[in-house]
Structure formats: C-alpha cells, structure tokens
C-alpha cells in the first residue's frame, strides 16, 4: 500500500520561499507510469492542483502559479519536493501531496499546514 | 486552460434521498474526470474515475455517468455519513482542475 507523507516548516515569513518534501513508502517512485503532484486548500476554500512531476523528471504547473513553482524528485530518497517562492499571505493553506495514475489522485497524504505570516 | 463548473455549490437533502451533482467542463475532456469525496477535516477521497468506474471500497450507492463535457455523480439512497464536500476534478492532461465543490448536508 503506497503512503505519502508531507514535512517541511509550518511558518513561513512573507517574500521567502515554502518548501516542502513528501515522501513515499510502499513503492518506488521511479517505477511504474505515474505523476507526483502538490495539490492545496486554504481553509474553508476548494482545492487548487499546483503541479506534478512524472516519473521520467517533466513537470507540468498550474499557469497562474507557474513562474513561482518548482517540483523536483530525488529517487536516491523516494521523495519529490515543492518549492513556492515569493510567498504572501495568500499562499497559505494546507498542502497535500498525491500520487496521480489512470485512476486520478488514487493516494494523498495527510496534508501539512503552512502559514505565511511575520 | 479547462474550466469545471459544479453545481449546486450547496445542497441539502433528507437520509434515504436521491442527490445528483453535476459538473460541466468548459472543453470535451472524453472520460477523464475524477469525483472526490471530502469530509470535514479530513484528506479527500478518491470516489469515481473514469466518469464511472467506482474506486474500490466505495459504497455501491455512488455513481458516475458522463462523457465530453457533462458529468454527474449519483448518490442513489443519502446516508448520513455521506455528509461532505464534493469535487469532481479533470485529470490526465494539465492543468489538472477541480470543481469549485459542493457542499452535501442533511436535511
């Protein structure tokens, strides 16, 4: 059974960079045809898709986040990473990283709140 | 960029109850679209893919129909543990979007 887990800090300061690591347990995230994706949801608000990196490295973002974003993988750690600059208040919701296959957003992790505030 | 119209945003319904939600998309997207299931606090869950196939461990009572640009979701007989937020969400090709949600009470 393929686990997801988020980490990373939950305060970030205004006009610094989140950054935050999900790892995967119960498979290898180099293997099989699948996207990795960060997906968030600031309180009481819908869910917006951040972006995704495939197995073979590409990465594809959402258009209103894309000069901000960037999703890395390291297969040595079974984990890929968000990296959001330039935060404000704005960017602060919970944030989920999923595995996406054939079937949509299959698994999730648990989320990890991050606040942006001074 | 493809845009997912749910509606209603809201809805409140009695146990025992039909509920249908619905979900447009701004574009034909064929069969990739995703329903989710999200309670309270809690990490949505995959319920609906392919337009229709339900995940596995999905009660029966949730359903999926559509094609292109029109989809709905089913719920044939409301439970009370069916209170939630639903999103229904294009995937396979990016941008991936979601629907804005709906949100499912009891009445």
């Known amino acids: 059974q393929v686990q997801l887990q988020e980490s990373g800090p939950g305060l970030v300061k205004p006009s610094q960079t989140l950054s935050l690591t999900c790892t995967v347990s119960?498979?290898?995230?180099?293997?099989?045809?699948?996207?990795w994706s960060w997906i968030r949801q600031p309180a009481g608000k819908g869910l917006e898709w951040i972006g995704r990196?495939?197995?073979?490295?590409?990465?594809n973002y959402n258009p209103s986040l894309k000069s901000r974003v960037t999703i890395s993988v390291d297969t040595s750690k079974n984990q890929f990473s968000l990296k959001l600059s330039s935060v404000t208040a704005a960017d602060t919701a919970v944030y989920y990283c999923?595995?996406?296959?054939?079937?949509?957003?299959?698994?999730w992790g648990q989320g990890t709140l991050v606040t942006v505030s001074s | 960029d493809i845009q997912m119209t749910q509606s209603p945003s809201s809805l409140s319904a009695s146990v025992g109850d039909r509920v249908t939600i619905t979900c447009r998309a701004s574009?034909?997207?064929?069969?990739?679209l995703a329903w989710y299931q999200q309670k309270p606090g809690k990490v949505p869950k995959l319920l609906i893919y392919a337009a229709s196939t339900l995940q596995s461990g999905v009660p029966s009572r949730f359903s999926g129909s559509g094609s292109g640009t029109d989809f709905t979701l089913t719920i044939s007989s409301l439970q009370p543990e069916d209170v939630a937020t639903y999103y229904c969400?294009?995937?396979?090709?990016?941008?991936?979007?979601f629907g804005q949600g709906t949100r499912l009470e009891i009445k």
């Open positions: 990196i495939y197995t073979s490295g590409s990465t």
């Open positions: 969400q294009k995937y396979n090709s990016a941008p991936i979007t």
């Open positions: 574009q034909g997207i064929s069969n990739y």
């Open positions: 999923a595995r996406e296959g054939a079937a949509g957003l299959e698994y």
């Open positions: 119960g498979g290898s995230i180099s293997s099989g045809s699948y996207y």
